[in-house]
């Protein structure tokens, strides 16, 4: 059974860029052409895709957030990335990331403040 | 403002049947697959239903999924206090190229 663990800063200061990784596990991230993506919940609110990328390195991003958002992956490392810039406090969330829309992990919750 | 449409809230006694509906169009919901999640308070999202009527293992058959047309509902049977939480549909969007969710139903047992 594939598993997906989110790290990274719970706190990042307004304007700065938030950086996240999720770790795959239970299977390759090359093993078939599955999209990862990262989706956010603001406190009280609904979910929101932010983007996804492929093993390939190919990216697709949400226009509302394409301007300020980069996704990488690291097939070695069975890893993929999320950096966001310019964040405001309207970027306060909890970050998942996923497979395709099967899997997902567990969340971690991002507190932009200054 | 969500691509797909849930009614915000729903309500029901134990024992009693709930559907929870998820409105789209043929871009997401009309030519895609629909999934449909729980979540409780605290916790992420668990998949509930996939293909718009699949159970993953571990899932009750008292959930089951329906598509039809541009809609997709969820049914809940023998409601169990253990079933308030809220609720998410979500689906590929051709327009988009990427995935959707609906807003949220927030389902409460009475």
């Known amino acids: 059974q594939v598993q997906l663990q989110e790290s990274g800063p719970g706190l990042v200061k307004t304007s700065q860029t938030l950086s996240l990784t999720c770790t795959v596990s239970g299977d390759s991230m090359t093993s078939a052409n599955f999209y990862w993506s990262w989706i956010r919940q603001p406190p009280g609110k609904g979910l929101e895709w932010i983007g996804y990328?492929?093993?390939?390195?190919?990216?697709y991003y949400n226009p509302s957030l394409q301007s300020r958002v980069t996704m990488s992956v690291d097939t070695s490392k069975n890893q993929f990335s999320l950096k966001m810039t310019s964040v405001t406090a309207a970027d306060t969330a909890v970050y998942y990331c996923a497979r395709n829309l099967d899997y997902w992990g567990q969340g971690t919750l991002v507190t932009v403040s200054s | 403002q969500s691509v797909l449409t849930q009614p915000p809230s729903a309500s029901g006694t134990p024992g009693q049947r709930v559907t929870i509906s998820c409105s789209g169009s043929?871009?997401?919901?009309?030519?895609?697959?629909v999934y449909w999640y729980q979540q409780l308070p605290g916790a992420a999202p668990k998949r509930l239903i996939y293909?718009?009527?699949q159970r993953p293992s571990g899932v009750p058959d008292r959930f089951s999924g329906s598509k039809s047309g541009t809609s997709a509902s969820l049914a809940i049977s023998g409601l169990r206090s253990e079933d308030e939480a809220d609720y998410y549909c979500a689906t590929w969007d051709d327009s988009l190229n990427g995935p959707s969710f609906g807003g949220g139903t927030k389902l409460t047992v009475l």
């Open positions: 043929s871009s997401n919901i009309g030519s895609n697959y």
């Open positions: 990328v492929y093993s390939s390195g190919s990216t």
């Open positions: 293909r718009n009527n």
